[in-house]
């Protein structure tokens, strides 16, 4: 398949051959860290590396494996999944390894160092579905090793780096099977089809470039000049990168058109790993940013359908991290240390502005209503009530690793994106509709930039230098002060209002009653039994104990129950429904309309039309 590629991209071929050939070619006379991993020989689930060391001109050397990587904000120890790591000089000999914790592994007798090995292990088949904070990896940031099937390769999980010498070049080859592609950013400059061979000009390039291994389920397809690639691993052959590339191509459109010239990258891959939930497999569900690709995780028995909805709102989020912050970020960021990380005050602005720009590109791309933006801001604000609304933003981002601080975390992508919110609309009032926060991104861009980061602790008084002295002020009372952000007097400058109104609500889960439950053994979706069942339940005649078979002549089951919940998030009052179901052995069809169940809910509407203008302007400026 990989001849395939090459067909595909003859044009440029010969000038590939080249290029290819010259960076080889200057690594060859540079000092460099080679690394071969061998995917061919897979053993109990462990992949067997050798890395080529540089030449050490001291007594003793320490190889890490990376406690932690960018975008993640956890302590993960990926130390604990490297297995007999072992050192020799160049004559084969074993050299003393004394191993100083879970990450680190000293060389003896450095200055005769050849090469080291070891066997790396994979994270998915051992989580539990704990959650941020709870022990496990992010399902995004870990790794998968299945022989002949797949290998979800973030490369920070299998390969490290030795003390002082991160800045220097690795070349990294990848042996495989025949029937095994490698999704990835990265250019392989092998046209073989069983090995990769990789170039990055230093550590943090290689760990920012994950790759997938599968059998090949991608497509490509281009977006205002940058070069997209879908890949999938669906481990049951359910989904295909064809069934979800209209959405995603419809949806990264609307962001290239929103975020206008702001791009820093030709080529970006997806690679979406579809997790088996009937076996241990992955279980943290999400998507982890890199600066051109996105690792996704996410159960396959989502349906295609759910699927592409979720992965519009998940996706959108990573991509913008272009942005922020992998364009626009601080020293921490730009220098970051994978054992020992200094985190960086400003989370408020690489997640929650991304979040922000992932919810106002929809509504000014017009893929969802303004009333659907205003009600997605209104749940924010709703959750942000959930958490610490009184800690300053900047003092729980400087210390997100440790507790209370990183308990918060989550409200980076509440208040977070809320504070977003507020800068935009300060910025709109006061520049009478013309500018907003992404013309605040692009100067930020434009002052610093992928190589050139900022110091923390001067960023406030750029953004002040770049926008208005009110915008200042509301750096320093609501994100690094403790006082909670007055969301309505801000929504108010943009004539909307709050209104409470009366949502429809889920038919088959209210807080946490849930009315439908499965039985694991046969599939089967049945009402929950001996509670009090709401009016869509008792209008149509159902009742406890009784299986659902179909609805609306589509048969369910626990295979495609997402599908079902998707699809009952569309049905509107009065609809008509035909629900087939099992009671007593016995089949039945009943019949009857939809009776959707209510809320009532905290949300916005735009009242004051002599603000109209200016509203407009905030969101489809």
Known sequence: MKKIIFAFVFATALLSYKAANSQIAAVATKEKIQVNINLSEIKDDKVFVTVKSPKIHTDEITYHIPKIVPGTYSDDDYGKYIDDLKAFDKKGNLLEVKKTDVNSWSIANAKSLDKITYWVNDTFDTEKGSGFGGGDIFSPAGSNIDAGKNVMLNTHCFVGYFTNYMAIPYVVNISHPAGLWGATSMIDLDTSTTNDLFVTSRYAELVENPIMYAKPNYTDFNVNGMDIQIAVYSPNGLITAEDITPEMKKTMTAQKTFLGKFNSTKKYSVLIYLSDMKKPDARGFGALEHPTATTVVMPEMMGKEALSEQLKDVVSHEFFHIVTPLTIHSQEIQNFDYNAPKM?????????????????????????????????????????????????????????????????????????????????????????????????????????????????????????????????????????????????????????????????????????????????????????????????????????????????????SLDNIYDLITESQKWKENDPIIVKIKRDSKEQILKGAVKLPYEEKESFEATDATKSALKEAWLKG
């Open 344 to 556: 960086s005050e400003h989370l408020w602005m690489y997640e929650g502005v991304t979040e922000y720009f992932a919810n106002l590109f929809q509504v000014n791309q017009k893929l969802i209503t303004e009333e659907e933006f205003y009600t997605r801001m209104a749940e924010k604000i709703e959750q942000g009530k959930t958490l610490n609304d009184t800690m300053p933003f900047t003092t729980m981002s400087t210390n997100v690793l440790i507790k209370p601080y990183k308990d918060q975390y989550l409200n980076v992508y509440q208040k977070g994106a809320l504070i977003g919110m507020c800068l935009d609309i300060i910025i709109r009032e006061n520049s009478h509709g013309d500018r907003g926060i992404l013309d605040l991104m692009r100067k930020l861009s434009n002052e610093y930039g992928v190589s050139k980061a900022f110091n923390d602790a001067d960023l406030f008084k750029k953004i002040t230098e770049l926008t208005y002295p009110e915008v200042g002020q509301f750096l320093k009372t609501y994100i690094s002060g403790t006082t909670p952000i007055p969301y309505e007097t801000y929504l108010a400058r943009v004539g909307v209002t709050k209104l409470i109104k009366k949502t429809p609500g889920n038919v088959f889960l209210k807080e946490k009653t849930r009315f439908i439950t499965v039985d694991r053994t046969t599939k089967e979706i049945m009402i929950v039994p001996n509670i009090e069942l709401p009016e869509f339940y008792t209008n149509l005649g159902l009742k406890g104990g009784d299986v659902l078979t179909a609805i609306n002549d589509k048969s369910y």
